[in-house]
Each structure stands twice: as structure tokens, then as C-alpha cells.
């Protein structure tokens, strides 16, 4: 089973940037098609971004799409999302986790999370 540590969140203005990390344990993460999730205040948690397990095919949610890139490194079982022109709307708690081959779906358990608040 993968275990997951999120990091790299905090307090940006408007237009600032942030680069989150999502370290996992267990040889099988390079097996696995990765993506990020956030929660918004009061909200469902959403998908955000994946990345195949060799890290050639990415996807975007329309939300994020030309600001957000998903990026990893096998070699240090780590998953990166590095974020620009954050919006207001962008405040949230953001997750990774290991998809279902082939979807978008996550499995397993959720690590804590990392907050990223963007301010007006």
C-alpha cells in the first residue's frame, strides 16, 4: 500500500505561485498513474491533475488547465504540482493519490493534505 505526504502549501497572493510535493513510500509508486485533488471550503473534494506512470501523459481539469503542471520523479518517489497565476478560487486542500489504471479515480487511503490559501 502507497502512503503519502503531501507538502509545499501556504499563503499566496493573487498571481503568486507554489510548487506542492506528494511523497510516497512503497517500491509499487512507479507503477501507479498519479493525481491531484483539492477540497474547497464547504466543498466536494475535486479532481485537479494526473500524470501516467512514466510521467508522458498528463491531464488537466478546465479549471486549472494552462496554470497547473503535474510533474514526477520515480526516482524519489515523488509527485510535484506546480502551480501559477493562483485565483482566489484555487484556495483549498489539495491531495495526491495513486488512480485506477486508466481513470481518474482515486483508491487507497488520503494523506493529510496541504492547504493552499490564495488571497485577493
Known amino acids: 500500500q502507497v502512503q503519502l505526504v503531501e507538502s509545499g502549501g501556504g499563503l499566496v497572493q493573487a498571481g503568486g505561485s507554489l510548487r506542492l510535493s506528494c511523497a510516497a513510500s512503497?517500491?509499487?509508486?512507479?507503477?501507479?498513474?498519479m493525481g491531484w485533488f483539492r477540497q474547497p471550503p464547504g466543498k466536494e473534494r475535486e479532481f485537479v491533475a494526473r500524470?501516467?506512470?512514466?510521467?508522458?501523459?498528463?491531464y488537466y481539469a478546465d479549471s486549472v488547465k494552462g496554470r497547473f503542471t503535474i510533474s514526477r520523479d520515480n526516482a524519489k518517489n515523488t509527485v510535484y504540482l506546480q502551480m501559477n497565476s493562483l485565483k482566489p478560487e484555487d484556495t483549498a486542500v489539495y491531495y495526491c493519490?495513486?488512480?485506477?489504471?486508466?481513470?481518474?479515480?482515486?483508491?487507497?487511503?488520503w494523506g493529510q493534505g496541504t492547504q493552499v490559501t490564495v488571497s485577493s
Open positions: 493519490a495513486p488512480l485506477v489504471a486508466g481513470t481518474s479515480r482515486p483508491f487507497g487511503s
Open positions: 512503497g517500491r509499487t509508486f512507479s507503477s501507479y498513474a
Open positions: 500524470i501516467s506512470w512514466s510521467g508522458g501523459n498528463t
